[in-house]
Structure formats: structure tokens, C-alpha cells
């Protein structure tokens, strides 16, 4: 039987899923998006090579084409370490609120709830984009509009549902949620019964003033 889950526990959840998922979900389209979108290009680029003959595409389109093509992976670049950046700040960021709640395992929750989430927001930005594509560039904006604010809304509920199912998946036994019972005391043996009575004063130790030696023993009689 796993234990339930405490107040700050479930705070932290929210909380984790809430700033976490934001910062992982904006370094997730800055970094993992643009490589795939720049292997993608880079894959049509060489085949396009390969059936032109070994030509590179863009220098059919001229100088022009070739330098903006160089500003272009330049500006890829510098977004795929920001949004990998971004992306570790967010997990860290997740990770020191689990921590602080005292959730189990918090690099684990956040991994984990990081990776749905973010096959959770490919799927919403693919709707969103198929949504804006197939509108006429005269009813662009609502489209455009409406597809933000359903990124955003998915971003700001689908983190802290996602990391509070993580963090109740990953809580412990229900042993550990239990306080340790204070130690007994220690069992001290009761004095004899000729110290327990009033007025009873040790006698002193052989040397000191008022000893008295015991008297030497009987003999024993003859057999």
C-alpha cells in the first residue's frame, strides 16, 4: 500500500508543472524543434544534391540565397543552444521545487512528466499549425490567435495535471510516510530495599573516617 500524498507534496506538483513545464515547453520548441526542422533540411538539401549532380541547391538561387542561407544556420544554431539552455533551466527549476515539497524521487517525476508533456504539447502544436495553414491569408489572424491562446492554455494545464500524475506514481510505501514512534526509556532497575528507606546514608569506603570493617566470618566446625 503506497502512502497518500501531503499538502505540500501536491503544492509542489502544481507548482513544478506549472513554471517547469512553461520554461521545458519553450526550450522544447526552440531546441528540439528547429533540430528536427534543421536535419530535415539538411536531409532534402543532400538529396537535392545527389539528383542535381553533386550541385549545392542554393548557389542555383544565386549569391543572394547562399548569404542568407548562412545568416539563416546561424540563427538556427544560437536558437537550438538557447532553447537547450531554457530546457535544462526548466528542468532544474522543476527539480528544486519537488525537492523542497519533499517529493520522492524529483529528478525522476520531472524526466518523466518532461517527456509526456512534451509529446503532449507536439501533438497540440500540430493542431494549432494545421489549424492557421489551412485558412485563407484574409481570416489569418483569428486562426493565429486562437491557435496561441490553445498552445498557452495546453502549456499552463497540462504541466501541473501531468507532474501531479507523476509525482503520485512515483510516491513511496506507505511505511515511509509514517513517523518513527518516539524511543522507550530506558528500564531502570529500582535500588534495594535498605536504600529505598529514609535516612539511609552509604557507608563510606575502606580508608575514609567512620569505615567500619566487616566482621570476619565464623569458623567452621569440626567434623
Wanted: aromatic share 4%; glycine share 10%; charged share 10%.
Amino acid at each position: 500500500m503506497k502512502a497518500k500524498l501531503t499538502r505540500e507534496q501536491l503544492i509542489a506538483a502544481l507548482l513544478a508543472g506549472l513554471f517547469g513545464h512553461l520554461l521545458i515547453a519553450v526550450g522544447w520548441w526552440s531546441f528540439g524543434m528547429l533540430l528536427v526542422a534543421a536535419i530535415v533540411v539538411l536531409v532534402i538539401g543532400s538529396l537535392l544534391s545527389l539528383l542535381l549532380g553533386g550541385t549545392n541547391p542554393i548557389e542555383l538561387l544565386g549569391d543572394g540565397a547562399s548569404d542568407l542561407g548562412v545568416v539563416l544556420v546561424v540563427v538556427v544554431i544560437l536558437a537550438v543552444l538557447v532553447g537547450a539552455g531554457v530546457l535544462f533551466a526548466g528542468i532544474m527549476v522543476s527539480r528544486g521545487i519537488l525537492r523542497r515539497g519533499h517529493v520522492r524521487r524529483p529528478i525522476a517525476v520531472t524526466v518523466r512528466a518532461a517527456l509526456i508533456a512534451v509529446a503532449i504539447d507536439t501533438v497540440l502544436f500540430a493542431i494549432a499549425a494545421s489549424n492557421a495553414a489551412t485558412t485563407s491569408d484574409a481570416d489569418r489572424v483569428g486562426p493565429f490567435i486562437g491557435s496561441g491562446v490553445l498552445l498557452l492554455v495546453g502549456a499552463l494545464v497540462i504541466g501541473p495535471l501531468v507532474w501531479l500524475w507523476m509525482t503520485h506514481a512515483h510516491r513511496g510505501p506507505a511505511a515511509d510516510s509514517i513517523p518513527p514512534s518516539p524511543a522507550a526509556p530506558p528500564i531502570v532497575a529500582s535500588p534495594p530495599a535498605e536504600q529505598a528507606m529514609p535516612g539511609y546514608r552509604p557507608a563510606p569506603p575502606a580508608g575514609e573516617p567512620g569505615y567500619t570493617p566487616a566482621p570476619p566470618a565464623p569458623p567452621a566446625p569440626a567434623s
